[in-house]
């Protein structure tokens, strides 16, 4: 069979499958993008609140509370006598009598030294003669004049002789006035080789033996008055209007651990220091001698704390140190005597807010309110740094989950600051604070200005805390923490 001229029919056959495929292939890619659209498009609030829940700050919060407030100035001294003088001889030679060793006591006008005065006794004996010669001369004198007259009346002598008689009685009585005042001198003279206690005290810095030769020049010893001892305390010009004479002052001394004493101011000098701004107040203290010992528990030169009290609030309202914050636009506008902070509160629509808080007294981990923050207030502790005023946040229990921000540790908005600080605004006198790093917490270097805590460790005046030694800076973030959750 002639099979040559048969039509073959496997070409049309193959165009055929393979449409056929890419449509099956099409019909599956298209299901599947629908598919996927339907599946993203159902998941996509969830996702949504799931990413925007974990950019939220986590933040932890803490009440605020009440307590007592001492407001107190505490201030370093040193003892000093309430009165010293110094024990001289007014004239020069050899000390023949001595009467007194350091530590003893003695009262005013009781005879310490005498010094030799052999060469003054003589010459007052030769004046005393002196003076008598003048006398005899003088009476002489007046008799002459008297029976002068009486002649002249018979012109037996002339006027010319009377008056030489009166001018030579006038010299004669000139001269004795001269002796006498030379003696009066010289007993003087005399009575300074004697050399008495000017006043009452305890005789310290005994500098001459028997024997020595006394000069005007150079101190025998000092007397000190000790009781009642003195101490003299710089305080803040701001703060002298509330000090009041005979105010009771308490002190800490070191050689007397564990003890106080108490005094009161006796003087508050009349003017201010120019370069410290300060005033030096005069604090007396009670010293009489132990009758055990038979010493003085105080002596000068000894180390005190001292502790001034303005005032006692018991009700104040106190907030946490780490929810304070201090940027650097708030500290360059503060004023003197002002003690500015921020901190965040949260509202029931977990919110931040920042709050500008006007602190008072310093009382290590918390610091009295003056204005600005309400008993019913919550404040950020931990998460507030660079923390933006009205953003959302996450509220935590555990210290361990609240976060600072992803930015760097303190910065704001701003893009400086705020910072957990407590330096002084520029009035500030010299003290143990420093101005706090950017992103720390508020740390106990931290002053308000012109305050002090109380109970010893406040200092030169300022709100501060004293020693330093007390004062301790709390970590920084570590770098995990500084982290936020990633999306």
């Given at each position: 069979?002639?099979?040559?001229?048969?039509?073959?029919?496997?070409?049309p056959i193959a165009p055929?499958?393979?449409?056929?495929?890419?449509?099956?292939?099409?019909?599956?890619?298209?299901?599947?993008?629908?598919?996927?659209?339907?599946?993203?498009?159902?998941?996509?609030?969830?996702?949504?609140?799931?990413?925007?829940?974990?950019?939220?700050?986590?933040?932890l919060l803490e009440n605020?509370?009440?307590?007592?407030?001492?407001?107190?100035?505490?201030?370093?001294?040193?003892?000093?006598?309430?009165?010293?003088?110094?024990?001289?001889?007014?004239?020069?030679?050899?000390?023949?009598?001595?009467?007194?060793?350091?530590?003893?006591?003695?009262?005013?006008?009781?005879?310490?030294?005498?010094?030799?005065?052999?060469?003054?006794?003589?010459?007052?004996?030769?004046?005393?003669?002196?003076?008598?010669?003048?006398?005899?001369?003088?009476?002489?004198?007046?008799?002459?004049?008297?029976?002068?007259?009486?002649?002249?009346?018979?012109?037996?002598?002339?006027?010319?002789?009377?008056?030489?008689?009166?001018?030579?009685?006038?010299?004669?009585?000139?001269?004795?006035?001269?002796?006498?005042?030379?003696?009066?001198?010289?007993?003087?003279?005399?009575?300074?080789?004697?050399?008495?206690?000017?006043?009452?005290?305890?005789?310290?810095?005994?500098?001459?033996?028997?024997?020595?030769?006394?000069?005007?020049?150079?101190?025998?010893?000092?007397?000190?008055?000790?009781?009642?001892?003195?101490?003299?305390?710089?305080?803040?010009?701001?703060?002298?209007?509330?000090?009041?004479?005979?105010?009771?002052?308490?002190?800490?001394?070191?050689?007397?651990?564990?003890?106080?004493?108490?005094?009161?101011?006796?003087?508050?000098?009349?003017?201010?220091?120019?370069?410290?701004?300060?005033?030096?107040?005069?604090?007396?203290?009670?010293?009489?001698?132990?009758?055990?010992?038979?010493?003085?528990?105080?002596?000068?030169?000894?180390?005190?704390?001292?502790?001034?009290?303005?005032?006692?609030?018991?009700?104040?309202?106190?907030?946490?140190?780490?929810?304070?914050?201090?940027?650097?636009?708030?500290?360059?506008?503060?004023?003197?005597?002002?003690?500015?902070?921020?901190?965040?509160?949260?509202?029931?629509?977990?919110?931040?807010?920042?709050?500008?808080?006007?602190?008072?007294?310093?009382?290590?981990?918390?610091?009295?309110?003056?204005?600005?923050?309400?008993?019913?207030?919550?404040?950020?502790?931990?998460?507030?740094?660079?923390?933006?005023?009205?953003?959302?946040?996450?509220?935590?229990?555990?210290?361990?989950?609240?976060?600072?921000?992803?930015?760097?540790?303190?910065?704001?908005?701003?893009?400086?600051?705020?910072?957990?600080?407590?330096?002084?605004?520029?009035?500030?006198?010299?003290?143990?604070?420093?101005?706090?790093?950017?992103?720390?917490?508020?740390?106990?270097?931290?002053?308000?200005?012109?305050?002090?805590?109380?109970?010893?460790?406040?200092?030169?005046?300022?709100?501060?805390?004293?020693?330093?030694?007390?004062?301790?800076?709390?970590?920084?973030?570590?770098?995990?923490?500084?982290?936020?959750p990633s999306n």
């Amino acid at each position: 069979m002639d099979h040559s001229h048969r039509p073959s029919t496997a070409c049309p056959i193959a165009p055929q499958r393979f449409a056929s495929r890419s449509l099956l292939v099409f019909v599956l890619l298209l299901a599947s993008a629908i598919a996927l659209s339907a599946c993203q498009k159902g998941g996509t609030p969830a996702l949504a609140a799931d990413s925007e829940e974990k950019t939220k700050r986590k933040v932890l919060l803490e009440n605020l509370e009440r307590g007592e407030i001492i407001d107190a100035l505490t201030v370093t001294a040193t003892l000093k006598p309430n009165a010293q003088v110094a024990v001289l001889s007014l004239m020069t030679d050899r000390i023949i009598e001595l009467n007194f060793e350091d530590g003893d006591e003695v009262v005013e006008g009781q005879v310490l030294a005498r010094v030799r005065k052999d060469a003054m006794s003589k010459n007052q004996d030769q004046l005393k003669a002196q003076v008598e010669a003048l006398d005899t001369q003088i009476s002489a004198y007046s008799r002459e004049l008297d029976r002068s007259r009486k002649l002249l009346e018979g012109h037996v002598v002339s006027q010319q002789s009377i008056d030489q008689l009166q001018t030579s009685y006038d010299a004669a009585v000139a001269q004795r006035r001269g002796l006498l005042a030379q003696r009066s001198q010289l007993q003087i003279n005399l009575d300074n080789a004697t050399v008495r206690a000017a006043m009452s005290g305890t005789i310290v810095n005994k500098r001459v033996e028997l024997g020595d030769l006394a000069t005007p020049s150079v101190p025998m010893a000092t007397i000190m008055s000790l009781d009642p001892i003195k101490v003299e305390v710089k305080v803040p010009e701001e703060r002298i209007g509330e000090l009041r004479i005979g105010q009771e002052i308490r002190l800490r001394l070191d050689a007397l651990p564990g003890e106080q004493v108490v005094g009161t101011i006796d003087r508050i000098l009349p003017y201010i220091n120019v370069d410290s701004h300060t005033n030096t107040v005069e604090i007396l203290l009670p010293n009489p001698v132990d009758p055990q010992s038979g010493q003085r528990k105080l002596k000068p030169g000894m180390f005190a704390w001292a502790t001034i009290i303005f005032g006692v609030r018991p009700n104040a309202l106190l907030v946490p140190q780490q929810a304070l914050l201090l940027d650097e636009e708030l500290f360059a506008n503060a004023k003197p005597g002002d003690n500015p902070r921020y901190a965040f509160v949260v509202d029931a629509q977990k919110r931040a807010h920042r709050r500008l808080v006007q602190i008072g007294v310093d009382l290590d981990d918390r610091y009295e309110v003056l204005s600005g923050l309400d008993e019913t207030d919550q404040v950020i502790v931990r998460g507030h740094h660079g923390l933006e005023d009205g953003a959302e946040v996450v509220l935590s229990k555990d210290q361990s989950e609240a976060s600072p921000p992803a930015t760097t540790a303190g910065q704001d908005s701003k893009g400086s600051g705020p910072r957990d600080a407590n330096p002084s605004p520029p009035s500030q006198e010299a003290g143990t604070t420093g101005q706090a790093p950017n992103g720390q917490e508020a740390g106990g270097t931290g002053q308000a200005p012109h305050r002090q805590e109380v109970g010893g460790t406040g200092q030169v005046p300022n709100r501060q805390k004293t020693p330093a030694a007390d004062t301790a800076i709390p970590a920084v973030p570590s770098a995990a923490e500084a982290t936020p959750p990633s999306n």
